[in-house]
T-cell receptor, first 114, second 113 residues
């Protein structure tokens, strides 16, 4: 079955540590995205990529980094520079181009900083 | 810049009744798309329905329909014959120049028996 996988589902981190969240898709989508969701809030865009080896900052990129070395993979690193990293992180993918390019989402990773 | 406004933090409806979730948007692009997603308590985001700015008819998908009023910049989601499983958070979103989505803050829908 095609879809998006994110791992781990729950992640605990000590302050000052970097942590990497995994996102893999087998939908053959060109575009991938990372969103952050805080309790009771909507999703905010962190980074997105429309092609391998290229990515763009979203609205809240500070303290995060990404890479896109393969079409299927778009890992997100939460660095120690991110002041309030505890949140729910969602990865998504979509086709690129005009029209109803709905985004397909993974199950998410809940990150807690201790 | 695009913006989505969802003014209803919470809505309550009884089973089998219809409910309308409000969404207004702001954009200067002549071509855009509007999306509705459902987020159950598990956290996954489920795509429900899409409306393109040039679509002549309102979108429908099963029990979901979109009341698209372009001049008023509104794209309200109508759920007919509500079911207990419809209890979730609902997000309206607009595509940003064909790239990422801008989401509203969501509306929590509670369906009671």
């Amino acid at each position: 079955d095609g879809g998006i996988t994110q791992s781990p589902k729950y992640l605990f981190r000590k302050e000052g540590q970097n942590v990497t969240l995994s996102c893999e898709q087998n939908l053959n989508h060109d575009a991938m995205y990372w969103y952050r969701q805080d309790p009771g809030q909507g999703l905010r865009l962190i980074y997105y990529s429309q092609i391998v080896n290229d990515f763009q900052k979203g609205d809240i990129a500070e303290g995060y980094s990404v890479s896109r070395e393969k079409k299927e993979s778009f890992p997100l690193t939460v660095t120690s520079a991110q002041k309030n990293p505890t949140a729910f992180y969602l990865c998504a993918s979509s086709k690129v181009g005009q029209g109803a390019n709905e985004q397909f989402f993974g199950p998410g990773t809940r990150l807690t900083v201790l | 810049a695009q913006k989505i406004t969802q003014t209803q933090p919470g809505m309550f409806v009884q089973e089998k009744e219809a409910v309308t979730l409000d969404c207004t948007y702001d954009t200067s692009d002549p071509s855009y798309g509007l999306f509705w997603y459902k987020q159950p308590s598990s956290g996954e985001m489920i795509f429900l329905i899409y409306q393109g700015s040039y679509d002549q008819q309102n979108a429908t998908e099963g029990r979901y329909s979109l009341n698209f009023q372009k001049a008023r910049k509104s794209a309200n989601l109508v759920i007919s014959a509500s079911q207990l499983g419809d209890s979730a958070m609902y997000f309206c979103a607009i595509d940003q120049a064909g790239t990422a989505l801008i989401f509203g803050k969501g509306t929590t829908l509670s369906v009671s028996s």
